[in-house]
């Protein structure tokens, strides 16, 4: 993860336990910005030194970096900077406890949905990280719209028709025989939206489709 990430990704069980240690998690928000530790520590009224063992653990945890050195009278200020603007845990920090679609047979339950949600992150979290250390961007297509049905008439008819769609796209592109070609995984889920107002109007997919094309990074 670098200082201009846009999501970073905490991916093992002590990265987690140090982000999610109360104190430190208040710091890493705060250090979305930089800042020393002499400055994190005049914001929250704690003492410096409490400050610095805090920033020492978060920065051994990959999550801040430093940015800037600024000599000052007989010390050298340490400018701080979060890694990432904001965070989500890999389920693979949970180990054997982390979700897995193996073990959810039922593909309309909510436990299937959120058992291929935890796969789309463990995945993407994972080359992300190859392609940053190959110097080269990941990419990818996303997706998103909001539906508002009439009843669950619809709602079924609407499942079968987008399966149907989809299907067909997948028999008019795939190609099992291009050796060249690049290989995706798409995934598509549903669940109830929030009231109303919350979103006031639909969005079309087209507005909110957002791809990259970069050189691939194959897995």
Same mark, same amino acid.
């Given at each position: 993860?670098?200082?201009?990430?846009t999501?970073?990704?905490?991916?093992?069980?002590?990265?987690?336990?140090? /982000? !999610?240690?109360?104190?430190?998690? #208040?710091?890493? @928000?705060? $250090?979305a910005?930089?800042?020393? &530790? =002499? %400055?994190?520590a005049?914001?929250?009224?704690?003492?410096?030194?409490?400050?610095?063992?805090?920033?020492?653990?978060?920065?051994?945890?990959?999550?801040?970096?430093?940015?800037?050195?600024?000599?000052?009278?007989?010390?050298?200020?340490?400018?701080?900077?979060?890694?990432?603007?904001?965070?989500?845990?890999?389920?693979?920090?949970?180990?054997?406890?982390?979700?897995?679609?193996?073990?959810?047979?039922?593909?309309?339950?909510?436990?299937?949905?959120? /058992? !291929?949600?935890?796969?789309?992150? #463990?995945?993407? @979290?994972? $080359?992300?990280?190859?392609?940053? &250390? =190959? %110097?080269?961007?990941?990419?990818?297509?996303?997706?998103?719209?909001?539906?508002?049905?009439?009843?669950?008439?619809?709602q079924?008819?609407?499942?079968?028709?987008?399966?149907?769609?989809?299907?067909?796209?997948?028999?008019?592109?795939?190609?099992g025989?291009?050796?060249?070609?690049?290989?995706?995984?798409?995934?598509?889920?549903?669940?109830p939206?929030?009231?109303?107002?919350?979103?006031?109007?639909?969005?079309?997919?087209?507005?909110?489709?957002? /791809?990259?094309?970069?050189?691939?990074? #194959?897995?």
């Open positions: 993860m670098s200082a201009t990430s999501v970073g990704v905490i991916e093992d069980m002590e990265q987690a336990a140090t /982000a !999610l240690e109360p104190t430190r998690l #208040r710091l890493l @928000a705060a $250090l910005a930089p800042d020393s &530790a =002499a %400055g994190l005049r914001r929250f009224h704690e003492p410096r030194q409490q400050i610095n063992y805090h920033l020492r653990r978060l920065e051994s945890a990959g999550l801040i970096t430093l940015v800037e050195e600024r000599p000052q009278r007989g010390f050298v200020e340490r400018i701080m900077q979060a890694t990432a603007a904001a965070y989500v845990v890999s389920p693979a920090t949970l180990g054997e406890l982390a979700a897995d679609l193996r073990d959810v047979g039922d593909r309309f339950s909510a436990g299937y949905l959120l /058992a !291929l949600a935890a796969r789309v992150i #463990r995945d993407v @979290a994972s $080359l992300v990280q190859r392609a940053t &250390a =190959a %110097g080269k961007r990941l990419a990818t297509f996303s997706l998103e719209t909001h539906v508002r049905f009439a009843n669950p008439a619809a079924h008819a609407f499942a079968d028709e987008l399966t149907r769609a989809v299907a067909a796209l997948v028999a008019k592109y795939h190609d025989t291009a050796s060249d070609g690049r290989s995706f995984r798409f995934v598509i889920g549903g669940y939206d929030g009231p109303p107002a919350a979103t006031s109007t639909a969005v079309s997919p087209s507005a909110q489709s957002r /791809a990259t094309r970069p050189a691939p990074v #194959r897995p």
